[in-house]
């Protein structure tokens, strides 16, 4: 079938046709050390109470409230680790410190600061003042107060980050069931596409940024990757690729090149032959020839019933490739990961300079999302209506400041002045990969005619950590009086 | 020195101490496989332009522009990969696919939607009509408009993102000058603390949450990681930990616990003896106890000069540990790795509930940022500030819609209407862990009396990737007309 006889589709009808032929992977046991981004297939419960005992929040003396202010005999300590089996007595109290567990008898802490040391009493007996009567359960932390014996502390589905791998230890969950991560081969296709490290180029030869680049981007996504080189534009050593793909049972492979290819399209065909194409075409700029297909083939060598592995047949287009892989694989390889919401988040940003739209596609204009007041290079327009929004009060548009305090370094008191800006990344021609350099989204720009007005604000998917975004100049202010 | 002899210093203060006292590390040479996340020591250029040739940007016929509409010759063919010798003469035209190089004599490339393939001619010379006349250079890439020989595409100082990678492919650079990641070792102390797998726990005891937690956090930042242990409350094992760790060659040590230990703070005396405290109690809620030293050590055998580890004493409460890590760990182990801007970024946000004050020590509340309208469990405050202001017509303040399209199936016009949301994530006593469970910023809430209201805007320090953050119920709606 010609690539125009497949049915030109819109990219959200592709994102769900591919989501819909993705199944969540299986589980697998990972200890704590490995569990760090994956998905947990098992809700966690704790198997007791943390605190396990009474424990002081400060270091200070174990009392009896009712005892009051005073002066009394310590007679004894408790530190963490070492658990004084020594009442206290009315009358008495003991030395405590921090987490420690708070002895019998005792139902309150005073801080030290609120105490004073007094000279040895008879017989080397420790003596303190306590300055300020405490109240019953002062400064401790009751027996499950931070987490009770059979809670749910995770739930299956949920990504386990820094913190979460603090909260499994305190439970003792070291043995984990969580989502398999997809394994994903990446292909190379074309004649003209050769090694990066050839130098110089023969006539006529480009050297293969896709290969590399997907590779890192699906490693980067927590999949376990395979580099199954460049194929040659010949239906058979093209067939023979794919031939070692399903071998390595790999249940991803992505190919770059020849879904474009003329009258020369070599993919389509033979996943025609051996799968099922869903779509051949989408509307989008850049990626139109994204080609989807699933095959499904006999079971691996000791395993249960068949398997199903995703094809993605990506542009050749190195812009192309990077925009297709995260509007419609990214999202695939965290459905199979375990992610319950593996899209694309969305946020809105407001555009620093004009942009002109294209009448035949909506297109996912690379930029650099960045927090703060209007970047250096916003349009003239853009400044004029900062400006004039300003006299009208508009919290949204309010003027920069003509100097402010360093963030962190006090107050600020301009943050209503602030909000994300998209800063584009240049010429956006699909060729040109330098289009894709510190983008950290894709923004949706309607296919009209005419030019969207920088100000404007736009939709804009996240497709990298915003925690590395460009700092503006002063930095963004602190919430008054931090 | 006992811990109170410490200056109480702010967080800025402290920041800006720990970055005076790190130094970016030296280079190291990856492959382009190891490249991803990475800073680049060097600055790339391109070795030679891309395109090489002058490109074909459609599927076609490579034509002279001159010969206008009209019935043509193909007198030959090229192929991405096949450069076809083969000159175009005035009166023909060459097939042409995408990327490959337009013959010589052709100045133009007419898309094959806009022409007619005839039946073959005199001994069977394929023939085509050129149903629109081209203007010269239509449709071809110049050599180097994407990149000109010799042009810079990667500075030194920019960390390399998926993107890159690909740029680093496309001009050959296949052995990347980039700086050292840091050797981060991880101690743990206190007799109380036991290993996660212990179970059930005995007397006094508590899991160590902290050490796994600390390990994840510096190898998400890209350090390569040493697991130290727990050292037990003895002046002796610590010392024998610390010289473990400078013997492992580590550029930083980080240790949690014992330094709150009330008149038992073992670290401080310690880390007085082998090095220089810099300070060891900081104005924040929570981890005033934290305390950074560095030592300055011999060189390593076969190494130069000297060479200095970071120690940073973290509390033992394993929340206090979360927060120290981001705010001066990370900054410190980025700067290392060769950060031009190091530190946490920082975004406004609204609170969706009302949050009470401290009136002692400025503090770091976990919340879960997400974009959209307030979300579910907002105080009923802010349910009728957002009406208020929608009456007002205040763009921050607009209502959610009664329905909406879903996200990317439709067009959406309430981008104004949704913003960033600072969900808190409850709780926030230090021994809780589950205060930083799916926390993805660090709010920065002023030192005072009260209240500060749902609905406030306040700074927030992002410490997770918001890519991974909530998706509000119904989506967020795109840029209208998309």
């Not at 490995?34 to 009392?63: H, W």
């Not at 890192?216 to 010949?234: I, L, N, Y």
């Amino acid at each position: 079938m010609a690539a125009a006889a497949y049915k030109m589709i819109s990219i959200p009808e592709a994102q769900d046709i591919v989501l819909s032929h993705t199944r969540p992977l299986g589980a697998v046991t990972v200890g704590l050390a490995g569990v760090l981004g994956r998905v947990l297939a098992e809700e966690v419960r704790a198997p007791d109470s943390l605190p396990p005992f009474p424990a002081s929040i400060k270091d200070g003396y174990a009392v009896v409230a009712a005892d009051g202010a005073g002066e009394f005999p310590v007679v004894g300590e408790s530190r963490a680790g070492h658990l004084d089996q020594l009442p206290v007595a009315p009358g008495s109290v003991a030395y405590i410190t921090t987490g420690a567990p708070v002895p019998p008898g005792a139902d309150a802490v005073v801080q030290v600061e609120d105490t004073e040391k007094l000279p040895d009493g008879e017989g080397g007996q420790r003596r303190v003042r306590i300055c300020k009567a405490a109240k019953a359960g002062q400064d401790i932390r009751p027996v499950g107060s931070d987490i009770m014996e059979g809670d749910t502390v995770l739930q299956a589905g949920e990504r386990v980050g820094v913190a979460e791998v603090g909260i499994l230890a305190t439970v003792g969950a070291v043995s984990l069931r969580v989502h398999t991560t997809p394994r994903v081969a990446v292909l190379s296709t074309g004649d003209e596409v050769v090694d990066p490290a050839t130098s110089p180029l023969g006539p006529g030869q480009i050297r293969d940024a896709n290969r590399a680049m997907l590779l890192a981007a699906a490693a980067k996504a927590g999949a376990e990757v395979v580099d199954m080189g460049v194929a040659r534009d010949t239906a058979g050593h093209l067939e023979g690729c794919l031939a070692a793909a399903i071998d390595k049972g790999v249940d991803v492979l992505i190919t770059s090149g020849g879904v474009s290819m003329g009258d020369r399209d070599l993919i389509k065909p033979l996943l025609e032959r051996q799968g099922t194409i869903h779509f051949g075409r989408v509307r989008m700029k850049p990626g139109k020839p994204l080609t989807f297909a699933t095959l499904e083939l006999p079971p691996q060598q000791g395993g249960g019933g068949g398997r199903q592995m995703l094809v993605f047949g990506l542009p050749g287009n190195p812009v192309s490739s990077f925009v297709c892989f995260h509007l419609v694989v990214l999202p695939a390889l965290r459905k199979m990961g375990g992610w319950a919401e593996p899209g694309l988040r969305r946020v809105a940003a407001r555009l620093a300079v004009d942009i002109r739209l294209d009448p035949e596609r909506p297109e996912y204009h690379r930029c650099t999302l960045q927090w703060g007041p209007p970047p250096p290079g916003s349009a003239p327009a853009l400044k004029a209506a900062v400006a004039e929004a300003a006299a009208a009060q508009d919290p949204l548009h309010a003027p920069p400041p003509p100097s402010h305090a360093m963030p962190g370094h006090g107050a600020g008191e301009l943050l209503a002045s602030q909000e994300l800006w998209a800063v584009s990344t240049g010429n956006q021609i699909s060729s040109r990969l330098l289009s894709a350099r510190s983008a950290n989204a894709l923004l949706e720009i309607p296919c009209a005619a005419g030019v969207l007005k920088a100000g404007s604000l736009v939709s804009a998917l996240l497709i990298d950590d915003l925690g590395g975004m460009p700092v503006p100049a002063g930095g963004v202010p602190v919430t008054p009086g931090f």
